[in-house]
């Protein structure tokens, strides 16, 4: 039976990708040797992360004076680096879920932080609009895509002149946005670009080297930018397949070709959703739900199927749609390599069910 990838992360990566990863593990580039088995310094392994860098630069049209790292740690390392080179004094955060209090959690051991609004009261299934970012920050922290509860911004959030750090660790490629606002983005690559093992950091070079503290070598982007990824062993093997994601998104249009589709796979879903007798999405507020991340439960009346409801998805193939154990019931993670061809399987699979009961 035919398989849809709903996993959140890690999650579904092109048939690309796959292939040419399965390739590369048996020969890579005709030297006869696996990808698993070759040096990080040899020419052929340079010429790959030379292209990735070069691909995410004109995928997300990123100007003069930014460095693209390959960092291990996952994001979740990147919630106490942020701090350990950003901040000096004072920074702000948008609390929108459970990865942006771990990142609160760890900058609080560098600085102050404060905490501008939070989603927190309503089980984080909005996004707070009404805060102000006090203008003295070093910078400001948000979370584009909360992955767990299916809430996005979609636009930079105004700061004023506080310049913005964001964790894109599950939209990034899927919209068009301003990197000249950013001092820092980063994200791990299992939701939208490679298999897990490597997170992608875009840096402002200027950013770097003010915040008064001594750093651990690892610990400083400084390394990483002066090294070109490469100070120790980057993780070869992820590299080498987001670079093939690279390859396959620029292929097919670019990000504003992926936005385009990522756009109308989830109005598709959130209209069978809202338009469901049995199912209600989650976020009411259509402005901030997540095109990456659908979430959705059963209405009250129809809560004891929930099981039943999960048990016939996988039945018809669809793999990956229970919700995270903090919101309950489904999730359906619609990222850019997800056809819309899964999304219209899921969407009939949720008709027969209601046909059946
Ligand atoms: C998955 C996820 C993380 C954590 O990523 P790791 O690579 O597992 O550390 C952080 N932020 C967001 C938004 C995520 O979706």
């Given at each position: 039976m035919k398989k849809h990838n709903f996993y959140a992360g890690p999650s579904i990566l092109s048939q690309y990708t796959i292939r040419n990863t399965a390739e590369a593990v048996l020969n890579f580039d005709n030297m006869g040797l696996s990808i698993l088995e070759i040096s990080h310094r040899s020419k052929q392994f340079q010429a790959v992360i030379d292209e990735a860098d070069a691909l995410v630069?004109?995928?997300?049209?990123?100007?003069?004076?930014?460095?693209?790292?390959?960092?291990?740690?996952?994001?979740?390392?990147?919630?106490?680096?942020?701090p350990m080179n950003l901040l000096a004094k004072k920074a702000g955060y948008l609390d929108t879920g459970v990865w942006a209090s771990k990142a609160i959690k760890e900058a609080k051991l560098f600085g102050d932080v404060d905490v501008v609004a939070s989603s927190k009261d309503r089980n984080y299934t909005y996004i707070p609009r009404d805060f102000t970012v006090p203008q003295d920050c070093d910078y400001f922290h948000y979370t584009s895509n909360n992955t767990i509860y299916g809430t996005e911004l979609r636009k930079d959030p105004d700061a004023g002149r506080v310049r913005l750090v964001a964790d894109m660790s599950s939209d990034i490629f899927s919209r068009k946005f301003d990197v000249s606002k950013y001092d820092l983005i980063y994200a791990g690559a299992q939701k939208n670009l490679a298999p897990s093992g490597v997170t992608i950091v875009i840096v402002r070079n200027d950013a770097l080297g003010h915040s008064g503290r001594v750093l651990p070598t690892m610990l400083n982007y400084e390394t990483h930018v002066k090294k070109g990824s490469m100070f120790n062993t980057p993780p070869v093997l992820p590299i080498f397949a987001a670079l093939q994601t690279l390859r396959w998104y620029k292929e097919q249009g670019g990000v504003e070709a992926l936005e385009k589709r990522d756009l109308a796979k989830a109005a598709k879903l959130y209209e069978a959703i809202d338009s469901s007798r049995?199912?209600?999405?989650?976020?009411?507020?259509?402005?901030?739900?997540?095109?990456?991340?659908?979430?959705?439960?059963?209405?009250?009346?129809?809560?004891?199927?929930?099981?039943?409801?999960?048990?016939?998805?996988?039945?018809?193939?669809?793999?990956?749609?229970?919700?995270?154990?903090?919101?309950?019931?489904?999730?359906?993670?619609?990222?850019?390599?997800?056809?819309?061809?899964?999304?219209?399987?899921?969407?009939?699979?949720?008709?027969?069910?209601?046909?059946?009961?």
């Open positions: 630069k004109e995928l997300l049209d990123i100007p003069e004076g930014y460095s693209v790292l390959w960092l291990g740690g996952g994001a979740s390392m990147q919630f106490a680096m942020v049995m199912f209600v999405a989650t976020v009411p507020n259509h402005e901030d739900r997540s095109i990456m991340n659908v979430c959705f439960v059963m209405k009250p009346e129809y809560k004891e199927l929930e099981g039943a409801f999960l048990d016939f998805a996988g039945e018809h193939g669809m793999v990956g749609v229970k919700g995270h154990r903090d919101v309950g019931g489904f999730r359906a993670s619609l990222y850019n390599a997800l056809p819309m061809e899964s999304v219209d399987a899921l969407i009939e699979c949720m008709r027969e069910f209601q046909a059946k009961y």
